[in-house]
């Protein structure tokens, strides 16, 4: 996820949270909600701090708005494109993912595995993190894994240009 | 000589044959849903009909051949059955099931 989304993310749960809180504190009488009526009446009192009140109000009310569209497009994901005549062919890089750490996990000294994909016009790259059992020789098993994956991704679904598969053990067990 | 004859057909009839042919190709799983859509869009364009089609396949098949086969059986269902035109068919694959 990029960094502005995180940020705005951020800010609609925080600004969610904090005013879901508050309502809970005054319905619950550890608020008193004549403080609260008190403290908007004085805020509204100059024309600087009401300009900026109405300001941080209608951000959020914009962001209310945005945040489910950015889910929408989200709900997409990035894809991998597959050369066709009759149509656009696309497959998601999650069930790619999803599949790669199904076969991943069929390889003899890998406990558990987490595959991501990126594309880009030169090729495809793969990269795969693992928890491998320690009495299995590392490097047969990253070589026999990276040949497992490539195999794959050129055999099963059709991906020629898998340019590297990177592995990094994040844990032996 | 026979005039041409104008029709309508109910945009049901032409999700139904197009479930029909792609319940027929092996490596298909099924046609992703979600709450509230299913993964089938029609379009009617000058050239003929678009589809855009939403799948889960199979574990196991050869991934090109079995969207070839599908974009096949779909527009020949379509072409022999409504004798409309299928521009063409567009594939999204959602996810891979296993076979069991």
Do not use: D, T, Y
């Given at each position: 996820m990029r960094l502005y989304r995180k940020a705005l993310w951020g800010v609609g749960v925080c600004a969610l949270a904090l005013l879901s809180l508050g309502g809970f504190l005054v319905v619950v009488g550890l608020f008193d909600r004549f403080v609260v009526h008190g403290w908007l009446t004085f805020v509204e009192q100059t024309v600087l701090t009401r300009s900026i009140i109405l300001l941080i109000f209608g951000f959020l009310f914009g962001l209310s708005i945005y945040l489910p569209f950015l889910t929408r497009t989200k709900a997409g994901g990035s894809v991998i494109g597959l050369k066709n005549p009759l149509g656009a062919v696309e497959i998601s890089q999650k069930a790619i993912s999803e599949f790669i750490q199904r076969i991943g996990k069929g390889v003899e000294g890998v406990e558990d595995i987490k595959a991501a994909i990126k594309s880009s016009d030169e090729g495809v790259d793969v990269y795969l993190t693992l928890s491998a059992q320690a009495q299995g020789e590392v490097p047969r098993l990253i070589d026999e894994l990276q040949t497992v994956v490539k195999t794959y991704l050129n055999k099963t679904v059709g991906i020629e240009n898998v340019r590297e598969i990177k592995v990094r053990v994040a844990k032996l067990i | 000589m026979t005039e041409a004859q104008e029709y309508e057909v109910d945009k049901k009839v032409t999700?139904?044959?197009?479930?029909?042919?792609?319940?027929?190709?092996?490596?298909?799983?099924?046609?992703?849903?979600s709450l509230f859509k299913e993964g089938i869009k029609v379009k009617k364009l000058e050239e003929g009909l678009a589809i855009s089609l939403e799948l889960l396949i199979r574990q196991g098949g050869f991934v090109p051949q079995i969207v070839e086969e599908t974009q096949k059986k779909v527009s020949e269902e379509i072409e022999k059955t409504l004798g409309t035109k299928v521009a063409k068919v567009d594939i999204k694959i959602r996810g891979i099931k296993s076979s069991s």
């Open positions: - | 999700l139904g044959l197009i479930k029909k042919a792609v319940g027929q190709v092996e490596g298909i799983h099924s046609i992703k849903r």
